[in-house]
Nanobody
Framework: QVQLVESGGGSVQAGGSLTLSCAAI????????LGWFRQAPGKEREDIAA???????TYVADSLKERFAISHDNAKTAYLQMNDLKLEDTAMYYC????????????????????WGLGTQVTVSS
């Protein structure tokens, strides 16, 4: 089964930028979906962005489109570029892999058997 290796989290001041990466190790043949969710303490999990590896289709949550972007390279690694970070972006960010990127109702509807990374903390301070 695919394994996900995340990196790039950390602490940054408001207005700064961070780039998260998620490498898919031993993914299934063919295309698949990689992306991120986040969860802050006391809040529900929130989808952020997703990209089809091998296809290039992208999704970024409407509320984040002006500041966040997702991309991938040929090595089946996805990148989440986060700019102009705000205090409310503080959360644990989780990479996830799914067979396909299912976007319904303006949200990434991830399958129950999707694979998840361990998460990386992003902390934005004033």
């Amino acid at each position: 089964q695919v394994q996900l290796v995340e990196s790039g989290g950390g602490s940054v001041q408001a207005g700064g930028s961070l780039t998260l990466s998620c490498a898919a190790i031993k993914p299934r043949p063919g295309g698949f979906c990689l992306g991120w969710f986040r969860q802050a303490p006391g809040k529900e999990r929130e989808d952020i962005a997703a990209i089809t590896i091998g296809g290039g289709n992208t999704y970024v949550a409407d509320s984040l489109k002006e500041r966040f972007a997702i991309s991938h390279d040929n090595a089946k690694t996805a990148y989440l570029q986060m700019n102009d970070l705000k205090l409310e972006d503080t959360a644990m960010y989780y990479c996830a892999a799914d067979r396909e990127c299912t976007i319904l109702g303006g949200q990434w509807r991830i399958a129950g058997n999707a694979r998840w990374g361990l998460g990386t903390q992003v902390t934005v301070s004033s």
